[in-house]
């Protein structure tokens, strides 16, 4: 029996919208960002379990694919995840998808970036913001494999950022493979976002720790591909704009990291999207400069934005247990995939 899950839902969380007021135990974007990756209730059901299988790529690599082990009905909508930078079926997000998935009684996957699911790729590349034509090529997977289930996409941050740049690059041909697409706390411009995580806090907290795990997997790529990039210069890369200098934009065909950050931006291509989209940008999230965030001209008729005033990245801790402690990050995901059902 599925449960009422707004019984649950703290003050100001509707699941129609998402009119989030953060709990006064939050205040500001950083703290509403770490307290619901570190501390926050990720899930209200059984932890999901997951289910591996390992594609093949048309290149000759591979990416990994987690399922949820939990029932859905035959039909049933199946909704896709891609994680963010350095994310996996791991992330307090994708649990929280998971858990929401499962009282919902939908199929859920996370197919992960290549190098993501723990065990580095084959190829001399890895992943990146605007991979659009990995995300085409994974959702046409899925919708192939599965006609009988609508199928449904979201995007948290980097996958975000992809999901929406793949609708625009798509246009109306979106609309045979997906119902709706959804992105969550995405740097839709790029060159904002990789300026912003680059100064003073932002610096001193985030940027070390994306870059904690991906130098090493940088690393153990140059083992693969000896010469592939320079040693000692990744090694030396202070922020992710060196960093992607260096390692992301020559891996994937881009100048450098200027010209990555403008050709992989999905903003741009906002107001060609012609699938139901949502566009979830919190006004004090860290990574997301406000003056960045698309105004509904630039978005086009197709594009839903939500750009409450607060929640941090990916954040959105809400009250639950006493006193409101440690609370949970269910609402986002109620909010943004019941907006997604109503498109099935």
């Keep these: 029996m599925k449960r009422d899950d707004t019984a649950w839902m703290g003050p100001g969380i509707r699941a129609e919208g998402f009119d989030y007021r953060p709990p006064w135990w939050v205040p500001g974007g950083n703290v509403q960002t770490l307290w619901a990756a570190l501390a926050a209730r990720r899930h209200f059901g059984p932890a999901p379990r997951w289910q591996r299988s390992r594609w093949t790529t048309p290149d000759g690599d591979f990416i990994d694919v987690d399922r949820a082990d939990h029932p ?104 045979a493979v997906v119902r709706a697409v959804a992105a969550v706390c995405s740097p839709l411009d790029l060159a904002a976002g990789g300026h912003a995580i680059g100064r003073g806090f932002n610096r001193l907290v985030y940027t070390r720790m994306f870059l904690s795990t991906m130098v090493p997997k940088a690393l153990k790529k140059l083992e693969q591909y000896p010469g592939l990039f320079d040693r000692e210069a990744l090694l030396a890369a202070r922020d992710l ?27 741009p291509l906002l107001s060609g999207i012609r699938v139901p989209a949502l566009a979830l940008n919190a006004r004090n999230d860290p990574f997301v400069p406000p003056a960045s965030l698309p105004t509904a ?25 006493h006193l409101g402690l440690p609370g949970h990050v269910r609402a986002m995901p109620e909010a943004v995939g019941g907006w997604l059902l109503q498109h099935t």
């Design 72 to 175: 859905s009905a035959p039909g049933a909508p199946l909704l896709v995840l891609f994680h963010g930078l350095e994310g996996s079926s791991s992330s307090q997000y994708a649990v929280a998808f998971a858990d929401f998935a499962a009282a919902r009684g939908l199929a859920l996957a996370v197919p992960h970036f290549r190098g993501c699911s723990g065990e580095l790729n084959l190829a001399p590349r890895a992943y990146h913001s605007g991979d659009f034509l990995e995300v085409d090529w994974v959702l046409k997977r899925f919708a192939h494999e599965h006609p009988d289930r609508p199928l449904i996409a979201a995007g948290v941050s980097l996958g975000g950022n992809a999901l929406l740049r793949w609708a625009g690059e798509m246009g109306a041909e979106a609309c």
């Design 241 to 267: 704009y060196e960093f992607d200098n260096l390692f992301t934009a020559p891996l994937h065909g881009f100048r450098n990291t200027d010209d990555y950050w403008s050709r992989a931006s999905a903003k």
């Design 297 to 321: 001209r630039e978005a086009g008729p197709c594009v839903t934005l939500w750009q409450p005033g607060a929640g941090g990245h990916v954040g959105f801790p809400a009250p639950y247990g």
